[in-house]
C-alpha cells in the first residue's frame, strides 16, 4: 500500500467539462490529474493519469453530468488506490467571477454558492458550471471542506482610480460596473515565483506579470498586491486574444447594431468568439499556425502577430506609471509559456524606450512544453530581468483549500 501525505483535490468546471487533480500542496507533487469533457453529449467521457505515466480513457455514458463524472472518479478511478482517495482532506474549486465580495479564499457553503449564483450576469458561461461542480464534488466528498478560490479576488486591492469606470455613479454603486479582473490565481503564482528568482520578499518587488492563453491578461503587482489589470468588467477587455477583441471602442458595437442590424447578442457573440488572432490572422486563434503563416510570408499573419505584440507593449509600458519600478517581466501561459517568437516581438517594442535587452538563445530555449518551467530571457546588461515562468494555479488552489484544515 503506497504511504501518502494529506492531499488536496482541486476540481475546475467548465459547462462541459470537469478537470481535476489530487496533489501535495507542500511540494506540489500530483498523484492523479484528468478531465471529464464532453459531458451532457452522446460522447461524455473521462481521461487520467497517475503519477504523470500513461493516460487512460473511458466513457461515461451518453448524457453524463458533473456529477456522474466525479462519482466515477471516486468509485472506479480511486477505487485502484484506496489510500490516495483516503489522504484526501481538503478539496479547492476554481471560480472565475467573486464580484466584489469576495477578496480571499472562502469555505464554501449554502451563503457562498448563493453569492456566486448572483455575479453570474458577470461571468455567464462560468459561474453556473462551478456551481454544478460544487454541488457534485460536494456530494461525492462530503466530510471535507470545499473552499472557493476565486480568479477575481487577487484584484480586489486595486485602487478605484485603477478599477473605476467613468460613468453614472449609480451604474457602479446599484449595478456594480467595474473593474475585476481574471487569471488572479495565476498572476499571484507569477509574482511569487518571480521574487524568488529575484532573491527578495515579494513584498519589496515590483513585478509585471503577463498570463497569455487562449485568454490573456497582463497585472500590476506591487508589494506582493495587485494594483492594475487588462480585463475589466468581463474577461471581453484588454489585450487581443486568441477569439476575444480586446479594448475597443464601445461605438463599434453601437455601429454593428445600427448599419448591421446586429442584436447586441450577435455582437457579444463576435467580440467574444469570433475577434482576435483568428479574425485578424483568418488562420487560426491558435499561435502555431500564425506564427508559421508568418513565417511562410502570410501578411494576415504577420499583422495579427505585430497587433498582439504592439497591444501588450503598451499595457507593460503603461504599467511602468502604477509602479514606479519594474523589477521583473513574467511571461506565462501557453502562449507566454511556449511562444519565442511572440516574447521576441513584444520585447523588441520595449527595447529602445526601456533598455530591456533579450538573450536570442536563452529565449528560444525556453519552452515549458520542452521542460523548461523557469528561464531567464534578457541579457546582463537589461534594465529589467524578463522570466518565463509555468504557471501552477492548481498549486495555489490546493495550498488554499489546505488552510480550512483543521
Given at each position: 500500500m503506497n504511504n501518502y501525505p494529506k492531499t488536496a483535490l482541486v476540481v475546475n468546471c467548465g459547462s462541459s467539462s470537469v478537470k481535476f487533480a489530487i496533489l501535495d500542496p507542500k511540494d506540489g507533487h500530483v498523484f492523479l490529474n484528468g478531465i471529464a469533457e464532453a459531458l451532457g453529449l452522446d460522447d461524455a467521457r473521462i481521461s487520467w493519469k497517475f503519477n504523470g505515466g500513461d493516460k487512460t480513457e473511458q466513457s461515461l455514458g451518453a448524457g453524463a453530468d458533473h456529477k456522474k463524472a466525479l462519482e466515477y472518479l471516486?468509485?472506479?478511478?480511486?477505487?485502484?488506490?484506496?489510500?490516495?482517495?483516503?489522504?484526501?482532506?481538503?478539496?479547492?474549486?476554481?471560480?472565475?467571477?467573486?464580484?466584489?465580495i469576495y477578496s480571499e479564499p472562502t469555505l464554501i457553503n449554502d451563503e457562498v454558492e448563493e453569492n456566486i449564483r448572483k455575479v453570474i450576469p458577470f461571468a455567464p458561461l462560468h459561474n453556473p458550471a462551478h456551481l454544478l461542480g460544487i454541488d457534485a464534488a460536494r456530494a461525492s466528498f462530503p466530510s471535507i471542506p470545499h473552499v472557493a478560490v476565486f480568479d477575481t479576488a487577487f484584484h480586489q486591492t486595486m485602487?478605484?482610480?485603477?478599477?473605476?469606470?467613468?460613468?453614472?455613479?449609480?451604474?457602479?454603486?446599484?449595478?456594480h460596473l467595474r473593474k475585476y479582473g481574471a487569471h488572479g490565481t495565476s498572476h499571484m503564482f507569477l509574482s511569487q515565483e518571480a521574487a524568488k528568482l529575484l532573491g527578495k520578499p515579494v513584498e519589496q518587488c515590483n513585478i509585471i506579470t503577463c498570463h497569455l492563453g487562449?485568454?490573456?491578461?497582463?497585472?500590476a503587482v506591487k508589494g506582493g498586491k495587485c494594483i492594475d489589470t487588462s480585463m475589466g468588467l468581463t474577461p471581453l477587455d484588454g489585450?487581443?486574444?486568441?477569439?476575444?477583441?480586446?479594448?475597443?471602442?464601445?461605438?463599434?458595437?453601437?455601429f454593428l447594431c445600427d448599419k448591421m442590424g446586429m442584436t447586441p447578442?450577435?455582437?457579444?457573440?463576435?467580440?467574444?468568439?469570433?475577434?482576435?488572432?483568428?479574425?485578424?490572422?483568418?488562420?487560426?486563434?491558435?499561435?502555431?499556425?500564425?506564427?508559421a503563416g508568418m513565417k511562410e510570408g502570410n501578411?494576415?499573419?504577420?499583422?495579427?502577430?505585430?497587433?498582439?505584440?504592439?497591444?501588450?507593449?503598451?499595457?507593460?509600458?503603461?504599467?511602468?506609471?502604477?509602479?514606479?519600478?519594474?523589477?521583473?517581466?513574467?511571461?506565462?501561459?501557453?502562449?507566454?509559456?511556449?511562444?519565442?517568437?511572440t516574447r521576441k516581438l513584444v520585447l523588441k517594442e520595449l527595447?529602445?524606450?526601456?533598455?530591456?535587452?533579450?538573450?536570442?538563445?536563452?529565449?528560444?530555449?525556453?519552452?515549458?512544453?520542452?521542460?523548461?518551467?523557469?528561464?531567464?530571457?534578457?541579457?546582463?546588461?537589461?534594465?529589467?530581468?524578463v522570466f518565463v515562468i509555468a504557471t501552477n494555479e492548481e498549486l495555489m488552489i490546493a495550498r488554499s483549500a489546505m488552510g480550512f484544515v483543521k
Open positions: 471516486v468509485k472506479n478511478v480511486l477505487a485502484k488506490d484506496q489510500a490516495l482517495l483516503d489522504s484526501i482532506v481538503a478539496c479547492g474549486h476554481r471560480i472565475v467571477q467573486g464580484g466584489d485602487p478605484p482610480k485603477a478599477y473605476r469606470y467613468a460613468i453614472p455613479e449609480e451604474y457602479y454603486t446599484d449595478l487562449n485568454g490573456a491578461s497582463i497585472s489585450l487581443i486574444m486568441g477569439t476575444r477583441c480586446g479594448s475597443i471602442d464601445a461605438s463599434v458595437a453601437f447578442e450577435e455582437v457579444k457573440e463576435v467580440f467574444n468568439k469570433k475577434s482576435g488572432m483568428m479574425a485578424v490572422s483568418g488562420v487560426s486563434s491558435d499561435f502555431r499556425p500564425i506564427v501578411e494576415r499573419c504577420k499583422l495579427a502577430l505585430e497587433m498582439y505584440a504592439y497591444r501588450l507593449a503598451k499595457f507593460i509600458a503603461s504599467y511602468y506609471v502604477p509602479l514606479g519600478h519594474v523589477d521583473a517581466i513574467v511571461f506565462s501561459g501557453g502562449v507566454g509559456e511556449n511562444g519565442p517568437v527595447e529602445e524606450s526601456f533598455g530591456i535587452k533579450i538573450d536570442e538563445a536563452a529565449n528560444e530555449h525556453a519552452k515549458v512544453f520542452m521542460g523548461v518551467d523557469k528561464q531567464l530571457i534578457t541579457a546582463p546588461d537589461s534594465s529589467v530581468k
